[in-house]
C-alpha cells in the first residue's frame, strides 16, 4: 500500500499494553540496539512509533531533546524515560535495564575471552582488523556530528577550540563541556543568532499523531510528582548509586583499584554530555595515561567491543574496568578481580541514569522552548565535535603507527607519531574502512565483519598483527 494510503486511512486506537507484554518489545528494542545511538533511537522510533503507536512522534522528539540535556547514553535514557511514561518506576527500570543488559553480558564474556586468550592466533588477529575498523567508525562520528551542529562560523570556532583545547593543551572535558555550555547559556539567553538551535538525532519522521498514539497527548498522574515523591525518589537512587563508591573507600583506602574504579566512572557519570565517543577521549587518555589500566591499542579492541555488541557504546567502560581490576587484582585472582571491576564500572555508570530520569523528567518540560539552555545544548553539541575529532586522531596515530613520542614545550602536550614507525597494514585496512563507509556507503557490521577477516587473514599469513 502506498505511503501516502497509509497516512490517510484511518487507523484503530492501539489497545492498553500490561507491562509484561512491553517487557518482551523492549527485550527485542535491545536485542536490536546496535550502530550507537543514531542506530538505536532509529530503532526505537521504528518500533515504538511507527510499527506500535505507544508513543506519537511530536512526544518521541520532545522525550529526546529531553535526554540529551542530561548526561550519559540518551538512547537508553530514551528508552528509559518511555518506559517510565507507561508504566511507571517498574517501567523506566524494565526498558533502561533491557537495553543495558545484552550488551553487559556480551562485553563481559569478551573480557574473558580477551584477557585469555587475547594475543593468540585468531583472536589477535581478529582484534587487529576491528581496531583498524573503528578509526572509520569514529571519523564517521565526526562527520555526523558536525553536519547536524556546526551551522555558523561560531559553532565551527567552539568546536575547532575543543580539540585544541582537548589535544594540545589536556585540559579535561568536563572544563571543556563546563565552557561551552556556559557560552552557549549566555549566548542563547541574549538572543544570539548562531545559538538558536534545533536538537536532536534527526529521528526519521513518521505519521503517528500524539492524539493516536496508545499515550495520547496528556501527561499521566505520576509524570506529576510532588516535592516529597521526587525527593524519596532522588534519595533511594542516590543510595544506590554511591553507597558501593563511599564503601570501597572507606574500606579499601582511595588508591585501592576497585576504589578508583567507583569514583572515576561515577564522576564520569556526571559529565558525559554528548554522547559516548566524547566521554571515550578522556576515559582513553585517564585510563592509559593516568592510571595505567590498559593500552592504548586495548582500548581501541574495546571499543571494538562495543561496536559490534548491542547497547550503549559506553559499555566499553565495562571492558576499561574489567582490565584496571585484572591487572591489579590484589588478594583476588585476576579474572574474578576483572569480573567485579567491569559490573562496578557499570554499576556506577548507569545507576544514575535512572536517576536522572525519574527525578527530572516531570520537571525538565516545564524548561522546553528556553533559548538559554537551547543556546548551552547547542554549544556543547558543537563542542563535542572538537573532543569526538580528537579520539579519531588519537586512534589514529595509535593504530597506524607503531612508535609515539611525546612532546611537550610550555602548556603544549601531545603525543607524535614516528613517521618511520608506519604499519603498512594497519594503513591499509583502515584506508579500505574509511573508503567502504563514505564513498561506499557500507553498513557498520559489514565494515567491522570485513575488517575483522582481513586481520584474521593478516595474522597467520604473518604480515600484521
Not at 529526546?64 to 538512547?75: D, F, R, S, T, V
Not at 519522521?205 to 506529576?224: C, I, Q
Not at 555508570?349 to 530520569?357: A, K
Request: net charge positive; with cysteine.
Amino acid at each position: 500500500m502506498p505511503d501516502d494510503q497509509i497516512t490517510d486511512s484511518p487507523l484503530p486506537p492501539p489497545s492498553p499494553v500490561s507491562l509484561r507484554q512491553a517487557f518482551w518489545v523492549w527485550l527485542r528494542i535491545a536485542a536490536l540496539s546496535f550502530g550507537g545511538p543514531a542506530g538505536q533511537i532509529a530503532v526505537m522510533h521504528r518500533i515504538l512509533v511507527d510499527e506500535k503507536r505507544w508513543i506519537g512522534e511530536q512526544r518521541f522528539l520532545h522525550a529526546l531533546n529531553y535526554c540529551m540535556l542530561l548526561p550519559g547514553p540518551e538512547a537508553q535514557q530514551l528508552a528509559t524515560y518511555i518506559g517510565w511514561l507507561m508504566h511507571r518506576t517498574r517501567g523506566g527500570i524494565v526498558a533502561g535495564g533491557l537495553f543495558v543488559l545484552p550488551g553487559a553480558i556480551a562485553i563481559m564474556a569478551l573480557s574473558w575471552i580477551y584477557a585469555l586468550y587475547g594475543h593468540v592466533g585468531v583472536v589477535a588477529g581478529l582484534f587487529f582488523g576491528l581496531k583498524c575498523a573503528v578509526l572509520a567508525v569514529v571519523l564517521q562520528a565526526v562527520v555526523r556530528i558536525g553536519s547536524r551542529s556546526l551551522r555558523n562560523g561560531v559553532m565551527r570556532g567552539l568546536a575547532a577550540a575543543a580539540f585544541v583545547l582537548i589535544f594540545f593543551v589536556g585540559v579535561p572535558f568536563p572544563l571543556i563541556v563546563l565552557g561551552a555550555a556556559m557560552i552557549g547559556f549566555i549566548g542563547g539567553r541574549a538572543g544570539v543568532p548562531a545559538f538558536q538551535a534545533g536538537s536532536g538525532h534527526g529521528a526519521s519522521k513518521g505519521t503517528v499523531m500524539d492524539a493516536d498514539s496508545l499515550l495520547g497527548e496528556e501527561l499521566p498522574a505520576h509524570a506529576s510528582p510532588t516535592i516529597g515523591q521526587s525527593l524519596r525518589q532522588a534519595m533511594a537512587w542516590l543510595v544506590l548509586w554511591l553507597t558501593p563508591v563511599a564503601a570501597l573507600v572507606i574500606l579499601l583506602g582511595p588508591h585501592n583499584v576497585f576504589s578508583q574504579i567507583a569514583t572515576f566512572f561515577a564522576t564520569m557519570a556526571v559529565v558525559t554530555f554528548g554522547g559516548a565517543y566524547a566521554v571515550l577521549a578522556y576515559v582513553a587518555q585517564q585510563a592509559v595515561s593516568g592510571y595505567h589500566w590498559l593500552s592504548p591499542q586495548e582500548m581501541l579492541d574495546g571499543l571494538g567491543m562495543a561496536e559490534t555488541t548491542p547497547g550503549p557504546l559506553i559499555m566499553v567502560l565495562q571492558f576499561v574496568g574489567f582490565m584496571g581490576a585484572y591487572r591489579h587484582p590484589g588478594a583476588l585472582s585476576p579474572l574474578l578481580a576483572g569480573t567485579l571491576g567491569g559490573l562496578l564500572a557499570t554499576w556506577v555508570t548507569f545507576v544514575p541514569c535512572f536517576l536522572w530520569i525519574f527525578l527530572g523528567a516531570p520537571f525538565i518540560e516545564r524548561m522546553r522552548g528556553n533559548r538559554a539552555l537551547g543556546g548551552a545544548l547547542s554549544a556543547i553539541t558543537a563542542a563535542v565535535v572538537g573532543v569526538v575529532l580528537n579520539l579519531a586522531v588519537w586512534f589514529a596515530i595509535h593504530t597506524i603507527f607503531r612508535q609515539v613520542r611525546a612532546v611537550s614545550f610550555g602548556p603544549i602536550r601531545f603525543d607524535m607519531p614516528q613517521p618511520a614507525s608506519v604499519d603498512p597494514w594497519a594503513l591499509l585496512v583502515a584506508a579500505a574502512a574509511i573508503v567502504a563507509m563514505f564513498r561506499f556507503k557500507m553498513g557498520i557490521f559489514t565494515v567491522l565483519g570485513a575488517a575483522s577477516a582481513a586481520g584474521v587473514v593478516l595474522y597467520f599469513t604473518g604480515v600484521a598483527g
